[in-house]
C-alpha cells in the first residue's frame, strides 16, 4: 500500500482501558486491538493518506522510543493487513469502462466499506460480478426481485429459468411483470424487462421445468452460482434436495430463499460448509415450513429475493462474512426475531465438502 489511510466508516475508538475499536460494532465488522502502550492509536493516526509505510513506522519509532525498527514496522503491517485501511491515491482499473464505473461506483462505495481485503483500486469485487454466470432458477415472487438485484448489480451473465406464465395473482409481489404480460411465459417477460435495466451484461431466458436432478444438472453446467428460487417439487426429497446433491457434486455455491407467511428465510451452501441436508436434518419440522403457505405480500416476496441476491454476491465477490452451510432470516412480526441455523454435517454424509 503506497499511501495507506484509515477508511472513514471504520475511523478508530479508543476505549476507557486502551482498547483501540476499528469497524463499527453495529456494522459487524469491528475489530478490536489491545493498545495499553498506545502504538496502535498512535500509528492509526499517522495512516491518513499523505505518508507511506515506512515514514509511518519512522515517525511511530520517533513517537515512542522505546519500540524498536522491527517493533515498528510490524505494528504498521498488522494494520495495513487488518482490512481497515485502505489506500488513498488507488491505482487505475482497466477492465471496466467509463460508463461501468459511473453505474457502479455506489457498489464500489458499499464493496470498500465492507470488504477487509486490502485492495489495489477497489473495483475488485466488481471485476468478479463482471466475470460471473450465475443461474436463476424460478422467476416468482423472490425469483423476480433477486433475478432484476442480480441483473442491476453487474452480474456478467445471468440465465433466467422458469415454466410458468404471468397470472394476475402473480401481480401483488412479482416485480418484473405487468397486467400486459398476462399469458406471457415468465421467462419472456422477465427478459424483456431485465435487459433494459442493464445493457452491459448478458441476460438469457428458457421456459423449462426443472423436473429432476440430471435437468438441473444440465441447465448449471458452466456457471458459477445457482439463484434457487423454485420451491416445487417439495421437501422431502424436493427440488432444494436435488440442488445440494447437483452442486455439491460440481462443487458450485447456491443460495435458496422463500418465505412462510411473516417468516422470510434463506440458505445458503457451497464449498467449505454442511450441505443442506445436513443442516436441514438439524431443524425441528415446523407447520408450513419449506416456502410451502400461499400467504405473501410483495414486501416479503421482496425481502427474500433481495436476500438472495445480497447472498449470491457476497459467495461471488469472496465478501461473506460466514462460511456457507446455514439458514438465516427474519420474522416480520417480531423485530428482535433473527433467524440463524447451522448444523454440523452427518457422520453419514456423502455429499458435505
Not at 411483470?177 to 398476462?182: P, R
Request: aromatic share 6%; glycine share 12%; charged share 20%.
Amino acid at each position: 500500500m503506497r499511501l495507506p489511510r484509515v477508511k472513514p466508516e471504520h475511523a478508530p475508538q479508543r476505549l476507557s482501558d486502551g482498547t483501540v475499536r476499528l469497524g463499527g460494532v453495529m456494522y459487524g465488522l469491528a475489530s478490536e486491538i489491545s493498545d495499553a502502550d498506545g502504538w496502535a492509536w498512535s500509528a492509526l493516526a499517522l495512516m491518513d493518506g499523505t505518508r507511506a509505510p515506512a515514514e509511518i513506522a519512522a515517525r511511530l519509532r520517533a513517537a515512542h522510543t522505546t519500540l524498536t525498527l522491527e517493533d515498528a514496522d510490524g505494528i504498521v503491517a498488522t494494520l495495513l493487513s487488518s482490512g481497515h485501511v485502505e489506500e488513498a491515491a488507488p491505482g487505475p482499473c482497466e477492465e471496466l469502462s467509463e460508463r461501468e464505473k459511473e453505474r457502479y461506483s455506489r457498489s464500489r462505495e458499499y464493496f470498500r466499506w465492507v470488504d477487509l481485503t486490502p485492495r489495489d483500486h477497489g473495483w475488485e469485487p466488481q471485476l468478479r460480478l463482471k466475470a460471473a454466470r450465475v443461474l436463476v432458477a424460478g422467476l416468482g415472487g423472490t425469483g423476480s426481485h433477486a433475478a432484476w438485484s442480480l441483473a442491476a448489480a453487474g452480474v456478467g451473465r445471468l440465465h433466467l429459468v422458469d415454466p410458468d406464465v404471468v397470472e394476475l395473482s402473480n401481480l401483488n409481489r412479482q416485480i418484473l411483470y405487468t397486467e400486459a404480460d398476462l399469458g406471457r411465459p415468465k421467462a419472456e417477460a422477465a427478459l424483456d424487462r431485465l435487459r433494459p435495466v442493464n445493457s452491459d451484461i448478458e441476460i438469457t431466458a428458457e421456459e423449462a421445468t426443472i423436473d429432476g436432478p440430471e435437468r438441473l444438472a444440465r441447465l448449471l453446467h458452466g456457471f458459477d452460482a445457482l439463484a434457487l428460487c423454485a420451491d416445487r417439487p417439495r421437501e422431502p426429497a424436493g427440488i432444494r434436495t436435488w440442488a445440494s446433491r447437483v452442486c455439491a457434486r460440481a462443487g458450485i455455491p447456491w443460495v435458496s430463499g422463500g418465505y412462510d407467511g411473516p417468516l422470510v428465510s434463506v440458505g445458503v451452501f457451497g464449498p467449505g460448509g454442511p450441505c443442506f441436508e445436513c443442516v436441514r436434518a438439524g431443524i425441528p419440522p415446523q407447520p408450513g415450513a419449506g416456502y410451502g403457505w400461499p400467504g405473501v405480500t410483495g414486501a416479503s416476496a421482496g425481502l427474500s429475493g433481495q436476500l438472495v441476491a445480497h447472498d449470491v454476491l457476497a459467495l461471488l465477490t469472496g465478501l461473506s462474512a460466514t462460511p456457507p452451510g446455514y439458514f438465516h432470516g427474519l420474522a416480520l412480526l417480531d423485530p428482535d426475531a433473527h433467524v440463524y441455523a447451522r448444523h454440523p454435517s452427518r457422520d453419514e454424509c456423502e455429499f458435505c465438502y
